[in-house]
């Protein structure tokens, strides 16, 4: 009896962790070998720009602006899942297809938009890196350059999945935004009551909310994860797990703003919207009183300087990447610098340089950051007019959105495009 049983119960013991590891590698694969594109763009979405703007709608309007970042969500998913299928489906970035389906005139509208773009958002996050330094006593004549010779190491090592990781990580400082938020102790009925009232009439507040509409899409975001699945060799048997991957960043890159609008509403927001909050150091200085020098300043400090890194590396990706398929030449993180990869390589590094030059000269970068918001706002009818009309013509049939998911696409895309407008009057003092 002991003899036949034995063997039974040894033998179900072998099998039954089977499924269970065969799920984990599953876990593992869909992790390590597709994520990643979605996550990166994401974390660089909530970049240093879009953070000073949270922080400014949490201390204006307090909890009343955390609705419209909820709103935020599906609007940003339905636009980089575009860039997703286009990406793996046909295997060619967004300038290469924009050269092929509508001619060299777009292919050079569109490189133009992702130039003005991409060096926007350098300076923008030249600029937090300088702010972040200037917090603990880092003059930006030594933060900029160090954070410039950083990035352009950082894509001389001939691995596009390094890259990314290294991403990942710089993002995954951006969490330090919900510790902070804890930290606040935002009162939940508050928050609840908030979520209720959203005062459309006051132009004031319309004024911010186009602002954090115009702070989701922007150029380089669809330029680099497009690049970014072609670079990583996606199949369309991948596809899944790559909206997975962006549906997971979209939410998360909302949570971080939601954290900084909610943590500057229970703290600062009952100043009822009197303190200046327009640079880094303002921000942080006017949170320390009431979260300490670990929760103003390194949490702070921490976070805005993972945005402002991690954003910069996808902003000079996306538009080296971009440019080289425009003008037709290699491109590739998975080499090294080389005579055929020279261009591509040459122009990521120009990014960063003009950008960290142009930073160390500005002597107003408030006004600056304001104007690279005004116009990624003009870019937005151009650079969402050309994905729609991509993913309607570049993709076979199958792979076309269809019914109400078409529909529903197309309406938040001409959300965006008309609160981006919205703002440019507002913002340049005409009404």
């Known amino acids: 009896m002991t003899d036949t049983t034995t063997p039974v119960a ?4 072998d099998r039954s962790p089977a499924p269970i590891r065969r799920r984990l590698r599953w876990l593992r694969w869909a992790v390590l070998s597709v994520w990643g ?49 286009l990406g793996i489906v046909t295997g060619r970035g967004h300038g290469a297809l924009i050269r092929e389906r509508f001619g060299r005139g777009w292919a050079w509208v569109s490189a133009f938009t992702l130039f003005a773009s991409a060096i926007g958002a350098l300076l923008t996050e030249f600029a937090g890196v300088a702010g972040v330094g200037e917090l603990f006593g ?40 919900l510790v902070a938020m804890v930290m606040s102790r935002p009162d939940p009925n508050a928050v609840a009551h908030g979520l209720t009232s959203m005062p459309l009439g006051d132009p004031s507040y319309l004024l911010l909310v186009a602002a954090n509409v115009g702070a989701v899409i922007m150029p380089w975001m669809i330029f680099y994860q497009q690049g970014a699945v072609v670079d990583k060799r996606l199949s369309v048997a991948a596809l899944r797990q790559a909206r997975y991957d962006t549906a997971f960043g979209a ?40 979260l300490g020098h670990v929760g103003g300043t390194v949490l702070f400090g921490l976070g805005m300087l993972g945005a402002a890194l991690v954003a910069a590396i996808v902003a000079s990706l996306a538009g080296a990447w971009g440019l080289s398929e425009v003008f037709g030449w290699h491109h590739t993180l998975n080499e090294r610098p080389n005579r055929a990869t020279a261009k591509f ?35 937005l009818p151009i650079v ?12 076979p049939e199958q792979w076309r959105m269809r019914g109400l998911y078409k529909h529903v696409t197309r309406a938040l895309c001409l959300v965006v495009i008309a ?3 919205y703002m440019v009057p507002l913002a340049f003092g005409w009404a």
């Not at 994401?42 to 909890?63: E, H, K, P, V």
Request: a negative charge; glycine letters at 8%.
């Open 345 to 379: 390589y040459i122009t990521y590094a120009l990014a960063h340089i003009v950008g960290a030059v142009l930073v160390l000269g500005s002597v107003d970068l408030v006004n600056l950051a304001v104007d690279v918001e005004v116009m990624n706002a003009l870019l």
């Open 10 to 13: 040894h033998e179900r013991d």
């Open 138 to 177: 880092v003059s930006k004549w030594v933060s900029i350059p160090i954070a410039t010779v950083a990035l352009l190491a950082l894509a001389l090592t001939g691995s596009y999945r390094r890259v990314e990781r290294v991403g990942i990580v710089l993002g995954a400082a951006e969490l330090a935004f």
């Open 251 to 290: 939410v998360l890159t909302q949570l971080i703003m939601i954290a900084v609008v909610v943590t500057v509403a229970a703290t600062l927001g009952t100043q009822n919207g009197e303190a200046t909050l327009q640079t880094v150091g303002q921000i942080s200085h006017a949170l320390t009183p009431y």
């Open 384 to 395: 969402l007019g050309l994905l729609l009309a991509l993913e309607a013509r570049a993709l």
């Open 37 to 85: 594109p979605g996550l990166v763009v994401m974390f660089a979405d909530t970049d240093a720009g879009s953070l000073i703007t949270a922080a400014q709608s949490g201390d204006r309007w307090g909890y009343r602006m955390v609705l419209p970042q909820l709103v935020l969500m599906p609007i940003l998913y339905v636009v980089q899942e575009m860039t997703v299928r």
């Open 419 to 421: 609160f981006g407008l």
